[in-house]
């Protein structure tokens, strides 16, 4: 893990420093064309590789520090700080498009004459196709390395092509006609630019806030879970990310109630170690001890889930399943849709149901969001 994190942090800090030069570079080339032609889309593009430019070092200040060393106050580490370096590029994208989106319409407002020569126009193509090579290594190396700062720096190099491409066609076109084009196609650049800021914010905010696990991840740890009996299942999967690179979760597994403490102990050690290798996840497990061999409270499980769904369509299953002959109770948690509101009302009448059902039985169960 430790060689990993090392080839991790110097691929992320050879993209942002890569990323901190060219967009200088294009920047520059762009705004001194812009003034050079009076162009305000020329000046409006070339200002947004400047943005780009502080965009990539908020990428790597940010990456350098979520690696400081977890304190007493946050022992968890700073691994966040990326999500929150990543939304700072997000909000410095959208500031960048609202102000070019004003420069345009006062372009369109109050045309003025454009001086565009072919080397010009030849040198912005130029920009594009470098535009095209950065997009292609953010975008990669942000993958490779679960970046969302460089992600979103790869959407954004993706955004400036297209602009770019607008750019040299009304730079082109002012040629031949007296139409405000410059100002209409810097208008339109601020579209895409504001766009790509809102969606990356939208994107870093949901993972500031925290999303369910994904169908990959849930279907791999409940294999390795199974890997190791007596475990079975894998329920109630909660995973808080603190970072790209740290993460931590809760998650039920089921058992046999006539496995021994020291079975279970040792299984739960060998998983988690094992998840923990395998995925960067280090989970805390909760237990269910069930009696599921025995075919009568599988026949009482089955029925239970099937009454269970009959009676609501917010119902999307059942586990930890226990019968208690003896004491005549049954104990269970039953996972529903998050779009239940009234979670008492859905107890009162499933118990009331059930019992019905298990004459003689008494009924107890715990209701779970559908986390994973």
Not at 17 to 33: E, P, Q, S
């Amino acid at each position: 893990m430790i060689e990993e994190e090392v080839v991790r942090s110097e691929k992320i800090k050879k993209a942002a420093n890569t990323g901190i030069a060219v967009n200088v570079a294009l920047g520059a080339v762009k705004i001194v064309i812009g003034y050079l032609s009076g162009s305000v889309a020329i000046v409006s593009d070339g200002a947004n590789n400047a943005t780009d430019s502080v965009s990539s070092l908020v990428t790597l200040i940010g990456y350098r520090f979520s690696k400081k060393r977890p304190t007493k106050d946050h022992p968890l580490g700073f691994g966040r700080i990326e999500y929150l370096s990543a939304l700072m590029v997000g909000i410095l994208i959208l500031m960048t498009g609202i102000s070019f989106l004003n420069s345009s319409i006062d372009a369109i407002q109050n045309p003025h004459d454009m001086s565009v020569s072919n080397l010009m126009i030849g040198v912005l193509f130029f920009t594009v196709l470098v535009k095209i090579w950065l997009w292609r290594m953010n975008t990669k190396v942000g993958r490779e390395t679960g970046s969302e700062a460089l992600s979103a720096s790869g959407a954004d190099a993706l955004s400036d092509v297209l602009t770019s491409m607008v750019t040299i066609g009304a730079a082109f076109a002012s040629k031949f006609t007296s139409i405000p084009v410059d100002g209409w196609a810097g208008l339109l650049i601020s579209a895409f630019i504001i766009w790509n800021g809102i969606s990356s914010i939208l994107t870093t905010s949901n993972s500031i806030l925290g999303e369910r696990p994904s169908k990959e991840d849930v279907e791999k740890i409940r294999s390795i879970i199974s890997s190791f009996p007596p475990l079975s299942g894998g329920y109630d999967i909660r995973i808080h990310s603190y970072g790209p690179d740290s993460a931590v979760g809760t998650i039920d597994v089921e058992v046999p109630f006539t496995a021994t403490a020291e079975e279970v102990y040792e299984a739960m050690m060998k998983a988690r170690e094992a998840i923990r290798k395998e995925m960067g996840i280090d989970l805390t497990f909760g237990m269910n001890a069930t009696n599921q061999d025995d075919p009568e409270v599988i026949r009482m499980r089955d029925l239970t889930q099937k009454k269970m769904q009959m009676l609501s369509s917010d119902v999307i299953g059942i586990h930890g399943f226990h019968v208690h002959f003896e004491e005549k109770k049954i104990e269970f948690d039953v996972v529903v849709d998050f779009v239940l509101k009234d979670h008492a009302k859905f107890k009162r009448l499933m118990t009331e149901m059930l019992e019905k059902t298990f004459p003689g039985y008494s009924v107890e169960f715990n209701i779970d969001l559908d986390y994973s």
